[in-house]
């Protein structure tokens, strides 16, 4: 029964592709660049790979290869309607003056990802 096995690491909240984009870091605005990557969902953080392969993780590289990665604590995360010209896209504002836009094509999986990310900013609240 596939519906009771573990999920594939017991720290990921939700994984896959997203385009995203700096729109901010360090407070200062950032030319917009946006590519698709995986994209990994933790407890306190928010990681971003190359590819799913990048993602492994193991004894030795627990958090696999990421290319970056954003701290989850006292981070706000909303809509993002007049940002971008896309739609489905959300802002992610982390607390070190980082500024994020992720976007995905479907709106089912980009809502998914809001609730998550907004479940998962409570719960690290909360720690
Ligand atoms: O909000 P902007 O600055 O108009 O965003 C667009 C630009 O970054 C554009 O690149 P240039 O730097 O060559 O102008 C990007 O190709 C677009 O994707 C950006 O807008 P969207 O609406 O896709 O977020």
Redesign the pocket.
Known sequence: DVSSLPPPHPMIERQGRLYW?KLMEAGKKQ????IQQWVVLLANNLLFYKDQKQATMTRSLPHGRPDSSCDLRGAVISWAKD????KN?MELQTLRGLSL?L?HDDLKTIQKWLTAIKATIQKANLA
């Open positions: 984009t030319r917009k660049n946006w940002k971008s010209s896309k896209v836009l976007h």
